[in-house]
């Protein structure tokens, strides 16, 4: 008779939390988070960053006389069963990564606190989407126009993008097979963002926007209070600095440290040793993509999710012979890396970290901390604890 190891039951016990959460917050959804205020943002009152998608849904609603308030909703959710679908067929290949993709630093914090209803989600398949054509379209001038055109859309859409494929094409740039494309399109991406970023709202006034949806569908106002709130940068170290102590400061560092252990430990000691470079580096230079993101904005738990997320996915995407130039360009590296797990093994005390959770949102205090910790949830969703 087989000993049952404990690591195996803590996995049943998690697999029950992270089901337990997820059906809680299904049934606690409603009709109103698919209409976050982002999505009404269009170019009324002139150019303005994120509103490009608004304008398309504007001109939809305009001519086809159908509310905004009925395409928001399928084409979210047509969305989100894509993004779960290929997500599912990705842990099926890669069953080891179910435990870290379904944890609080990725994807189930997005679930309880419903940020797979904003752009989120959305802007994680437009870089699958680039990333795909990169690798798998082979003729170069049709490619790039391609790859220029949706990174055009994507930063439209969410600056956000410029962030989340800096690092990946940035490795990129070793093969000389793809070194033209990444260069072509970090520099594309760059212009764009700074038009973004010039463009940010500031002298937009929110009630032009509002009123351009008032003519077709009055019912869309109640969604769009306080619309102005989303044309502002605010900036986490500098508007906030009065908010943090030395609980939070010590906090956000352990536990950004602990999620790159985390993440770290988990795929690292399980992918394929010749991917295995490739996720080092792109997991280790997001870490400066994200501290620079929680430096600007107080959203934690999105920057974490999408960091996270696609420095977990990049490493699959990437065809055996990138892989090959890379890992010659990194021999020394690569003897290194064969010792990788005597430092980050998948071990119990990950799953002390998975239960104790990592509630990235807003600047914490020790009520904020203990009230959003998974086990927290997990007693509030099945005996309303408090």
């Known amino acids: 008779m087989k000993k049952i190891k404990l690591v195996n039951i803590l996995n049943i ?17 409603k009709i109103s988070d698919f209409y976050f205020k982002e999505f009404f943002l269009n170019y009324s009152d002139g150019f303005l960053r994120r509103a490009i998608d608004g304008e398309i849904i504007y001109y939809l609603s305009f001519y086809t006389k159908i509310s905004p308030l009925i395409f928001l909703p399928i084409i979210s959710s047509i969305i989100i069963i894509l993004f779960f679908v290929l997500l599912i067929r990705f842990i099926s290949r890669n069953k080891y990564l179910w435990i870290v993709i379904f944890s609080m630093p990725v994807l189930l914090s997005e679930i309880y606190y419903g940020s797979i ?22 003729e170069a001038f049709s490619k790039n126009i391609i790859l220029c055109l949706i990174s055009i859309f994507s930063i439209f859409f969410h600056e956000i993008f410029f962030f989340l494929s800096l690092v990946p094409h940035l490795i990129l740039l070793i093969s000389p097979k793809y070194r033209f494309t990444s260069l072509l399109l970090l520099g594309v991406n760059s212009i764009l963002f700074l038009l973004a970023y010039k463009y940010s709202g500031y002298k937009i006034d929110s009630n032009v926007i509002i009123n351009s949806w008032e003519v ?22 500098i508007t906030k600095s009065s908010s943090w102590n030395l609980f939070t400061a010590l906090n956000f560092v352990f536990f950004l440290f602990v999620n790159f252990y985390f993440i770290m430990g988990v795929v690292a000691s399980k992918i394929e040793n010749h991917r295995k470079n490739v996720f080092v580096f792109t997991l280790v230079l997001n870490q400066i993509v994200l501290v620079f993101l929680c430096a600007i904005a107080v959203d934690f738990s999105r920057w974490f999710f999408m960091v996270n997320l696609t420095s977990i996915i990049f490493p699959y995407l990437i065809d055996d012979k990138f892989l090959e130039v890379f890992n010659n360009s990194t021999k020394t590296l690569a003897v290194k890396l064969q010792k990788i797990d005597v430092y980050f093994n998948y071990r119990i005390s990950y799953y002390l970290f998975l239960f104790l959770g990592m509630p990235f949102f807003g600047l914490w205090d ?4 203990f009230s959003k910790i998974p086990i927290s949830i997990l007693l509030s969703a099945i005996g309303n604890y408090k």
């Open 216 to 237: 077709i569908d009055k019912n869309v106002e109640p969604y769009l209070m306080r619309l102005n709130k989303i044309l502002y940068v605010r900036s986490t170290l």
């Open 117 to 138: 209803f904003r752009k989120d989600i959305s802007v994680l398949l437009l870089l699958l989407l680039q990333f795909t054509v990169i690798i798998k379209w082979k």
């Open 13 to 29: 016990i998690y697999l029950l939390n992270i089901t337990i959460i997820i059906i809680n917050s299904f049934f606690n959804y």
């Open 366 to 369: 020790m009520k904020e901390y």
